[in-house]
């Protein structure tokens, strides 16, 4: 085996860790495809033999990088126009908290510090303990335990609303967009729970609601606006149906272009909807 096919082999056994790091980290497929392919670059030139635990090595190579480029993104993040949604990922539903890639969680994760989103996630939902943590952020262990403790307090509201393996989830999406398609806008509104939650990111570039729109008669008369514009899922030319970050989802393609919508489901309602408009963000979809 020559040197650069051990380089890769190495390495290929902590790419989906790194990947799943990076994207929870930055909720960007393509910046996470980037950090991983910069983490690989760096592994190439490091000597090996001062590596006790390449995982643990490798963790703490992408954490720093996601830091860095998140120190860009929040101002980004300021300046963007409208609600911000990461981007969608075909990824089957969580069997664990490590597996977990729902939007709920990633939003609640851009509500925390970059340490603090850091240390949860390599704490939490990584399993490694806080000297390796520690290591990873360049902290002691005592602050990664606070950092820790703040972020688990803080998302712990939102991981328990949404239930990820409602047995009715796909059953609702595919007849919420069944009615979209046929233009039944109360059928649509039956199947909210009243205090429902519809996320919208266009990004600027193509129309999206600025701000979440909250409850059911409110949803109702925005997919009314949408079905008289016949906008969005009402001018669906195809819809595939998949599971979108481990919850029922589509995509369509419309005549503006590719975008997504992802529904959460809690007690036989749907209790939250992901709509992605911002064609930067399902260029991977097309």
Wanted: net charge neutral; with cysteine.
């Amino acid at each position: 085996m020559t040197a650069a096919v051990g380089d890769l082999a190495d390495f290929e056994r902590h790419r989906a860790f790194l990947g799943g790091l990076a994207y929870r980290m930055l909720g960007s497929v393509a910046e996470a495809e980037d950090v991983v392919q910069d983490a690989f670059l760096r592994w190439r030139e490091v000597d090996r033999a001062g590596v006790a635990e390449p995982r643990a090595y490798l963790a703490r190579v992408v954490s720093r990088l996601c830091l860095d480029r998140m120190k860009s993104a929040t101002h980004r993040r300021e300046t963007y126009v409208g609600m911000w949604l990461p981007e969608p990922v075909v990824a089957e539903p969580a069997q664990n908290l490590a597996d977990d890639l729902s939007v709920a969680l990633l939003l609640a994760l851009e509500r925390l510090s970059p340490l603090e989103r850091a240390a949860f996630l390599l704490h939490d939902v990584f399993d490694m303990d806080y000297a390796a943590v520690g290591e990873a952020i360049e902290r002691n262990e005592a602050a990664c335990r606070q950092l820790a403790a703040r972020a688990r307090e803080n998302i712990r509201q939102d991981r328990s609303r949404y239930a990820l393996n409602d047995n009715d989830a796909r059953k609702l999406a595919d007849a919420f967009v069944a009615a979209a398609a046929t233009g039944d806008v109360d059928g649509l509104a039956r199947l909210l729970a009243d205090d429902a939650v519809l996320y919208s990111d266009g990004g600027g570039k193509r129309a999206a609601a600025l701000k979440p729109i909250v409850g059911r008669d409110r949803i109702r008369r925005f997919y009314e606006g949408l079905r008289k514009k016949s906008s969005g899922a009402f001018s669906a030319r195809r819809a595939e149906a998949v599971t979108l970050n481990g919850i029922p989802g589509f995509i369509f393609e419309t005549a503006d272009g590719t975008e997504t919508l992802a529904f959460d489901v809690a007690g036989g309602l749907i209790v939250a909807l992901y709509a992605v408009r911002n064609p930067d963000k399902v260029r991977h979809l097309s």
